[in-house]
């Protein structure tokens, strides 16, 4: 997958996000989620963007490990509103399942950079 592919991977996994965010419930449980998530799964879009204009090898990786933080922020996330019944499971499951895809993706692009790095 090139960076492209992956930019735009990411940018439509916040797209969904901003759309299941939408259908949350408007209760205090929904509303204070609703804002957890909507950050933690917006934010690896515009981190990975960051870090594919990173100034060095060790700066792509801190940014990488930015965005592995947040994608695994917004599983777990979905893990509590698919748990607690918030909403549908059908309605949040694919995005649970791209979560933990696109963190597979980061970690071993960050343990591929390092490796990059400790081989200089």
């Known amino acids: 997958m090139t960076r492209e ?4 991977r990411f940018r439509q ?3 969904r996000i901003i759309k299941m965010v939408d ?3 408007n209760t205090i449980s929904g509303n204070a989620i609703a804002k957890q998530i909507v950050r933690s799964g917006t934010s690896p879009a515009a981190n990975y963007r960051a870090a594919c204009l990173a100034k060095s090898d060790k ?3 801190n940014k990488l490990k930015m965005v592995e933080e947040e994608i695994d922020e917004t599983n777990h996330w979905l893990s509590i509103i698919i748990d607690s019944g918030m909403l549908p499971k059908v309605r949040v499951q694919y995005l649970y399942e ?4 696109l ?3 980061i970690a071993k692009s960050i343990t591929t950079a390092k490796t990059k790095v400790d081989n200089k």
């Open 98 to 101: 791209e979560s933990l895809e």
């Open 5 to 8: 592919e992956l930019k735009e």
């Open 59 to 61: 700066d792509f990786i």
């Open 103 to 105: 963190r597979k993706i």
């Open 13 to 15: 996994f916040s797209l």
């Open 23 to 25: 259908a949350m419930p």
